[in-house]
């Protein structure tokens, strides 16, 4: 049994703590008290089947704490997995939160092994290796679903682990740690060892491919809707081929999320004086998207009415996900609001009253009567009670 510290309980770090805690000593470092307090109880902070679902097992013991005191000293492992959001003045994830945590280890003159798990600039883990030498650090890209975090460890595809510098025991440290979370898992997965800065190149060039996928079915729904095409024959007869495949080729806003927007841009980035083509007219494909849905809303709002409601039926970016940030529907609203047109939401979820200034209605009933049309990024049953053509989706499989 390990002693591991976990740093960040977003949907990553708390997914391993998790996971990590059916066979581990697990201690959990959180900045939001309330949460800390909530994984103390039992509960899951975040909406994720699993994670409700295990951290009820009595076995499962997690030592959520506010406070780091203490903690690092005796630890086996240490796992980072604070944000890293895209800074857009200086064109790069902001690591302030990464490098604080190392920082907060390094003084505590801990001997446990640091493994990075949140998403950072390739170049980074060497950059922190050469700042402090004396440090064991790896990093180790996740590959999870936001509201499916832990059944992705859980069900892994790979795991990938990167080294810095060449040292057989930093090698050994890497191995132990893919080993710890093959057994908390319940299908097995290969455990890669490659240099760090090609595992930070992983990371990236993975989601940007996903996005790169996302923006081009969606590019083929907007030629689809422009020509009276029927998107969802186009798309079938397209995906039977089993070199394209069916999966991620449902239409939409756009992509969204925490992930694929930031990564992108942080991709597209690491390309200045690179000759691309696919990297950036990624990146832009998703703004002429979202500019080119919000002005089909508004154009079919104005057409139904003089003074037209226009009703946003939900802010998560997907199911299964409690996460507004950079959500696909966020990006159509923020265009939509420059058009001075009215604008209801209605999102269960949401708690305040407003959200950019937008009124939210909590009755689903009355947002409906009240909306000229409803947006819908993704379809569900509910919306099977209003009149389809009142409806604006871009939707083709329901709400996936």
Do not use: W
């Not at 959180?30 to 409700?52: A, E, F, G, T």
């Not at 939409?252 to 930031?262: M, V, W």
């Not at 996900?321 to 950079?326: I, L, V």
Request: aromatic share 8%.
């Amino acid at each position: 049994m390990k002693k591991i510290v976990v740093v960040g309980l977003g949907y990553v770090g708390l997914s391993l703590a998790v996971l990590l805690a059916q066979h581990n000593s697990v201690i959990a470092l959180d900045v939001v008290k309330s949460k800390v307090d909530m994984i103390n109880r039992k509960q899951s902070p975040i909406n994720d089947r699993y994670i409700i679902e295990y951290l009820k097992k009595p076995e499962i013991r997690i030592d959520a704490r506010f406070d780091a005191k203490g903690a690092f000293e005796s630890a086996n492992f240490i796992i980072i997995a604070t944000p890293t959001n895209y800074d857009s003045e200086t064109n790069s994830f902001d690591t302030s939160t990464v490098e604080n945590v190392i920082e907060s280890i390094a003084l505590s003159g801990s001997k446990a092994t640091i493994v990075i798990k949140s998403t950072i600039p390739i170049g980074f883990t060497s950059k922190i290796i050469a700042k402090y030498k004396s440090l064991n650090l790896v990093f180790s890209p996740e590959f999870l679903r936001e509201g499916k975090a832990l059944e992705d460890n859980l069900y892994p595809s790979r795991i990938i682990i990167g080294i810095a510098k060449d040292s057989s025991k930093l090698y050994e440290e890497a191995i132990c740690f893919g080993d710890m979370l093959n057994e908390g898992a319940i299908k097995k997965a290969k455990v890669i060892i490659m240099k760090s800065t090609e595992a930070e190149a992983v990371k990236l060039f993975a989601n940007t491919f996903l996005a790169t996928r996302v923006s081009f079915f969606n590019e083929l729904d907007t030629y689809a809707e422009i020509n009276g095409l029927d998107s969802s024959s186009i798309i079938h007869g397209m995906c039977m081929d089993p070199r394209i495949g069916d999966f991620y080729n449902n239409p939409s806003f756009g992509y969204g999320g925490y992930c694929l927007p930031k990564d992108t841009k942080q991709l597209k980035a690491e390309f200045s004086g690179v000759p691309n083509n696919i990297v950036t007219a990624t990146v832009e494909a998703n703004v002429t998207r979202s500019n080119y849905c919000a002005g089909k809303i508004l154009d079919l709002a104005s057409k139904r009415d003089k003074n037209p409601v226009i009703g946003i039926y939900r802010l998560i970016m997907k199911a299964d996900s409690d996460n507004f940030r950079s959500s696909a529907t966020e990006n159509i609203i923020k265009i939509l609001i420059q058009s001075k047109i009215a604008l209801l939401i209605y999102e269960p979820t949401l708690v305040q009253d407003e959200f950019y200034g937008i009124p939210v209605v909590k009755d689903f009933n009355d947002f409906a009567n009240k909306s000229t049309i409803v947006v819908a990024n993704r379809r569900d049953e509910t919306l099977k009670t209003i009149d389809s053509s009142k409806i604006y989706t871009r939707d083709i499989y329901g709400n996936n």
